[in-house]
């Protein structure tokens, strides 16, 4: 009897990620230049985010209902498709259309629904895989996630420092390749199920358990703590440090996406020889004392440190939950994952509105909003001790 090559699933999983990172990281590099080709006022340019992650948080709530009836692999494929044509969308429609941000909003909203149905599938995918060191495969196939958002950030700075920004249409071509090459892997590799069809927990079920209420509070903590210093190194680093916009980019969210890699490959190597909730404990400190001095030093080189620093504190805090959750409700189910996905999208979105909000009525003060900012890792460390504690006795 032939064995199935997992491998090959674990490759598609990992093009996944990477996919999710273009959707989410691409386009916000051509705001400015939608807003000058196109004159889209900024008001609405602000609009295509929010978009995005309101797309991804409805595709969250159907996944939760409705995949296990329709099928892993027509789900995934159709996430792939979804990425492809949005990508190639957003580089016909605008001129096709005759309202070109009615094209771009289109296009959002389809590669968004590909992203959407990538952040919940790929964990279950993986999860159901017969690998032996279940956590740190996790760990690493999240890495993918912060390779891919490095990568889109400096190929797409190299590409227009070469060719221009005017030809980023033929960069959206380009990504929208890798997901459309991914589609075959997808449609070929082997794929499992978490848990046999009719026996998995439907939502009522895991929403009755205490211990599941504390995952999704551990997932809202990650995504506020994550995004909130994410969406805001390049500001912090531009308003609070002085740097220049270009340097900022790359001091700021792209050294942090790099740090976080790091952090997930480290767990996702050494993983088997590391206790999970140590790890996230004591990451969760290293996030609290980054905000800190992000919000407290006066030097510009601590506060630049604690910035990038932060990526790795923030790295393990995602796939942790996951994989913690995961060993907690075997029978979660898809379900399970796209609940904390929502929580973890949820989180996302809170997280730098309130840095944002408390920095516009501090006179514009970045450093206050990211020192409320600390509250998310803080609750996060109160969250894991009490599910700690709730497990033990259990």
């Avoid at 996430?79 to 016909?92: K, M, R, T, Y």
Wanted: with cysteine; aromatic share 10%.
């Amino acid at each position: 009897m032939v064995m199935p090559n997992y491998r090959k699933t674990k490759i598609a999983c990992y093009l996944g990620l990477i996919t999710q990172a273009i959707t989410a990281n691409f386009v916000p590099l051509l705001f400015l230049t939608f807003h000058s080709n196109y004159h889209i006022p900024l008001g609405n340019i602000a609009l295509i985010s929010t978009c995005f992650f309101s797309t991804q948080l409805l595709v969250d709530l159907f996944c939760a209902k409705f995949v296990d009836k329709i099928g892993y692999r027509i789900c995934i494929v159709a996430s792939e498709i979804c990425s492809a044509a949005g990508l190639a969308g957003l580089a016909l429609l605008p001129d096709l259309l005759p309202n070109p941000f009615g094209g771009i909003l289109f296009s959002v909203i389809v590669y968004a629904t590909g992203s959407g149905l990538i952040e919940v599938l790929c964990s279950p995918i993986i999860e159901a895989c017969p690998f032996e060191r279940k956590e740190a495969t996790m760990s690493l196939l999240h890495s993918f996630y912060c390779w891919g958002a490095v990568g889109t950030i400096l190929i797409s700075t190299l590409f227009f420092a070469v060719f221009g920004t005017d030809s980023w249409k033929w960069l959206a071509l380009l990504w929208a390749l890798i997901p459309a090459v991914n589609i075959y892997n997808f449609a070929t590799c082997p794929i499992e199920y978490l848990v046999d069809e009719g026996e998995s927990m439907d939502i009522r079920s895991l929403l009755q358990r205490p211990l599941f209420w504390l995952a999704v509070c551990l997932m809202v903590c990650s995504g506020a703590s994550e995004l909130a210093m994410a969406q805001w190194a390049s500001a912090y680093a531009e308003a609070a440090l002085g740097l220049s916009k270009t340097v900022g980019d790359l001091a700021g969210p792209c050294m942090f996406a790099i740090t976080m890699g790091i952090s997930r490959v480290i767990f996702g190597r050494y993983g088997d020889r590391i206790e999970l909730t140590r790890f996230m404990t004591g990451s969760g400190i290293l996030c609290v004392i980054c905000y800190l001095l992000v919000s407290l030093s006066a030097n510009p080189l601590p506060g630049l440190i604690g910035c990038i620093v932060c990526g790795f504190s923030v790295g393990i805090m995602w796939p942790g939950t996951i994989s913690i959750s995961s060993r907690e409700f075997p029978a979660g189910g898809t379900t399970m994952f796209a609940l904390l996905a929502m929580a973890g999208d949820l989180g996302g979105s809170i997280g730098p509105g309130v840095v944002g909000q408390v920095t516009q009525h501090t006179g514009d003060n970045i450093r206050a909003g990211m020192g409320v900012g600390l509250i998310f890792p803080a609750a996060l460390l109160l969250a894991l001790f009490i599910f700690s504690r709730k497990r033990g006795k259990k």
